[in-house]
C-alpha cells in the first residue's frame, strides 16, 4: 500500500505508522513502526494512542489500496483543506479525497462550496474504511464503538453511525485519488492481484480470475477500460 502511494503520488507528505509484532521491514524513510499486540483493535489502538484529539492523521488502514491519483488535483485539495481549516469560518474536521458514496435515506449528505469547488459533507461515518483526512477526536469516537463490535457484521452496522454533532467530514463530488479492496473474504481482489503483479509481488492466494467487480473500486469514473486491457494483457503474456 505504501509503494502504491510512493509511486501514484510521489510528492504526499505524509508518514505512514505501521503496527508490529515481531518483524519491521525498513522500506523507505516515510515508515514507522510501533509495536502493537496482534489484531485489528489492538494495533489500531496502539496508533491512536499517539494521536491527540485535535490533530489531523491520515487515516488509510492496508485493506485498500490506491491505484489511480491525480496529483494536480491533489495539491489544490490540499491547499483548500488547509485554507477552510484555517479560516476559522467552520472547523473542518476530515476529507476524503475519493467521492463519496451513495448515502441511505435520512441521511443524505449536504453540499458545501468553496471557492468554486463543491464538497459532499458527510452525515455518517459512511465511508470511513476510506483513506482521508481525518481529525483525531473524530476517528477516536468511532473506535470507541468498533471495540464493542463482535462481528464483521458490526463494523458495517456503525459505519452508518450519525457523527457527532460537532463533527464536519467533507469528501469531493469527482475523485481525485481511486481505492479498491485488497481482499474479500481473505482472498485477494483482481485490483489487489493486478497491482502486486505490477509491482512484481506474488500473492500466496491471488485472484483466481481477473474480472473485476466494480464494487471493489471507490470514487469509479473511468477505471473500466484499464481494467479490460490488464485483463487481456494478463491473458496474452501471462495466462495458462
Known amino acids: 500500500m505504501t509503494k502504491a502511494y510512493d509511486e501514484l503520488w510521489p510528492e504526499h507528505p505524509f508518514q505512514f505508522y505501521i503496527p508490529f509484532q515481531t518483524n519491521r521491514i525498513p522500506w523507505s524513510d516515510g515508515l514507522s513502526f510501533v509495536p502493537s499486540a496482534a489484531g485489528i483493535k489492538q494495533s489500531v489502538g496502539s496508533l491512536l494512542e499517539l494521536v491527540g484529539d485535535e490533530e489531523m492523521v491520515y487515516w488509510a488502514i492496508d485493506d485498500k489500496i490506491p491505484i489511480k491519483a491525480n496529483q494536480s488535483r491533489l495539491r489544490r485539495l490540499l491547499t483548500i483543506f488547509e485554507t477552510l481549516s484555517e479560516s476559522g469560518q467552520e472547523e473542518i474536521d476530515g476529507l476524503c479525497f475519493t467521492r463519496a458514496e451513495p448515502f441511505k435515506k435520512g441521511i443524505a449528505p449536504r453540499m458545501l462550496a468553496h471557492g468554486g469547488n463543491f464538497f459532499v459533507r458527510r452525515l455518517s461515518y459512511r465511508g470511513i474504511w476510506q ?35 460537532d463533527s464536519t467530514l467533507l469528501a469531493v463530488r469527482v475523485s481525485a485519488l481511486y481505492q479498491a479492496e485488497q481482499a474479500r473474504n481473505g482472498i485477494p481482489t483482481a485490483v489487489a492481484t493486478r497491482e502486486a503483479l505490477l509491482r512484481g509481488i506474488l500473492l500466496p492466494r491471488a485472484a483466481e480470475h481477473l474480472e473485476h467487480s466494480d464494487k471493489d473500486i471507490f470514487g469509479i469514473t473511468d477505471f473500466r477500460q484499464t481494467m479490460i486491457d490488464f485483463v487481456r494483457h494478463w491473458r496474452s503474456g501471462f495466462g495458462h
Open 131 to 165: 483513506h482521508q483526512l481525518i481529525r483525531g477526536r473524530v476517528l477516536k469516537n468511532f473506535w470507541r464503538q468498533i471495540i464493542r463490535a463482535s462481528s464483521p457484521r458490526d463494523l458495517d452496522r456503525y459505519a452508518w453511525e450519525p457523527l457527532p454533532v
